[in-house]
T-cell receptor
């Protein structure tokens, strides 16, 4: 248990559906992240929030829409996804972006399948 | 172009022996490095870190070595245990225009044989 939870753990959706992924951290951190992990590829950073402000959008398609209502919660809203968006989506948190010994702690991930 | 590379996709080691996992990077401005372990159906778990101003950090059975001139990072696990069987990722932190982000390798699957 890393102190970062994600729901749902598994999600199957059609290309016309709208769904949301939720992440919650209980570590008192101020930075939260979304990563995508596709098969045989490295973790790919999607979005970064620091003190609720988005500081990084790594050229992510607009069909992925993040939301960070407070430092403990992060959402990823999904709509009109493509089959190639099927992947493991990981949430992480850290004390603060760029802090001297910044360590990111990951949740268990949401395994997404787009049909 | 991948800035952080783990060239060995898999490694098998006998229980009790040393496991050495390697990671190469291309950006000399990376300032902080992490190793993570990942079991199936779980998220990556932080193992050990090292700052670019150091060349070694040790925590129990785990030691990370940094060779900046070679842009090479390695994780030593000794003695290896069957419970260490997992995928290991290295990550390096860089900054661009004042923003920081971690770049991850593709991982090495370690299998410790009993």
């Amino acid at each position: 248990e890393t102190g970062v939870t994600q729901t749902p753990r598994h999600l199957v959706m059609g290309m016309t559906n709208k769904k949301s992924l939720k992440c919650e951290q209980h570590l008192g951190h101020n930075a939260m992240y979304w990563y995508k992990q596709s098969a045989k590829k490295p973790l790919e950073l999607m979005f970064v929030y620091n003190f609720k402000e988005q500081t990084e959008n790594n050229s992510v398609p607009s069909r992925f829409s993040p939301e960070c209502p407070n430092s403990s919660h992060l959402f990823l809203h999904l709509h009109t996804l493509q089959p190639e968006d099927s992947a493991l989506y990981l949430c992480a948190s850290s004390q603060e972006v760029g802090s001297p010994q910044e360590t990111q702690y990951f949740g268990p991930g949401t395994r997404l399948l787009v049909l | 172009d991948q800035q952080v590379k783990q060239n060995s996709p898999s490694l098998s080691v006998q229980e009790g022996r040393i496991s050495i996992l390697n990671c190469d990077y291309t950006n000399s401005m990376f300032d902080y490095f992490l190793w993570y372990k990942k079991y199936p159906a779980e998220g990556p778990t932080f193992l050990i870190s090292i700052s670019s101003i150091k060349d070694k950090n040790e925590d129990g059975r785990f030691t990370v070595f940094l060779n900046k001139s070679a842009k090479h990072l390695s994780l030593h696990i000794v003695p290896s245990q069957p419970g260490d069987s997992a995928v290991y990722f290295c990550a390096a932190r860089g900054s661009t225009s004042g923003t920081y982000k971690y770049i991850f390798g593709t991982g090495t699957r370690l299998k410790v044989l009993a």
